[in-house]
């Protein structure tokens, strides 16, 4: 994904970074693991309003690029 501050992290630049994965549907899930659980310390931590992950239709997204 590169090097990005937390509230730079959107649900597009998240969308774009799946799209450009060459991995398996279970690989995708297990890398947006710890990128899910830091946002969601962003988001409590008050850095961040709101998750980007919950504007992103995973399943539907996994579904194009696998």
């Known amino acids: 994904m590169g090097r990005y501050n937390i509230f730079e992290v959107t649900a597009p630049v998240i969308r774009e970074?799946?799209?450009s994965l060459q991995a398996t549907p279970k690989t995708i899930?297990?890398?947006l693991?710890?990128?899910r659980h830091m946002l969601?310390?962003?988001l409590n931590?008050?850095?961040i309003k709101?998750?980007?992950m919950e504007?992103?239709?995973l399943n539907k997204l996994?579904?194009?690029v696998g």
């Open 50 to 52: 709101e998750s980007p």
């Open 45 to 47: 931590d008050g850095l």
């Open 29 to 31: 899930r297990n890398c």
């Open 17 to 19: 970074w799946i799209s």
């Open 33 to 35: 693991t710890p990128l």
């Open 62 to 64: 996994i579904a194009i």
């Open 55 to 57: 504007q992103i239709a």
């Open 40 to 42: 969601d310390d962003a």
